[in-house]
């Protein structure tokens, strides 16, 4: 089992940056799939990335392709996502998801099984 906690939300301006972080605490961080996925208020969660255990394999949504970056610390039990070039329609509540790795990347929510709290992201334009 893991648990998750996102950081790192924040008010920023169409163009700016944020850096997300995902830290995990119970054991075997490694063998875990991480997702990030983000909800804009009253619409559905919705994928934006995901990486492989050892961070080999990544794959974006394609509204966010070019512009964000995923990417994980097995010895520190953490994952990240780097948003670069944010836009309005960025703005959501964001969360990063957990499953036991598998041969593929999933982007469907009903298969992660384990969450965080979500950090707010707002984009101002």
């Known amino acids: 089992q893991v648990q998750l906690a996102e950081s790192g939300g924040g008010l920023v301006q169409a163009g700016g940056s944020l850096l997300l972080s995902c830290a995990a605490s119970g054991r075997s961080f490694s063998t875990y799939t991480i997702s990030w996925f983000r909800q804009p208020s009253g619409k559905e969660r919705e994928f934006v990335a995901a990486?492989?255990?050892?961070?080999?394999?990544?794959r974006y949504a394609d509204s966010v392709k070019g512009r964000f970056t995923i990417s994980r610390d097995n010895a520190e039990k953490a994952a990240y996502l780097q948003m670069n070039s944010l836009k309005p329609e960025d703005t959501a509540v964001y969360y990063c998801a957990a499953r036991i790795g598998v041969l593929y990347l999933s982007s469907r929510r009903e298969e992660y099984d384990y969450w965080g709290q979500g950090t707010q992201v707002t984009v101002s334009s």
């Open positions: 990486i492989s255990e050892g961070g080999s394999r990544t």
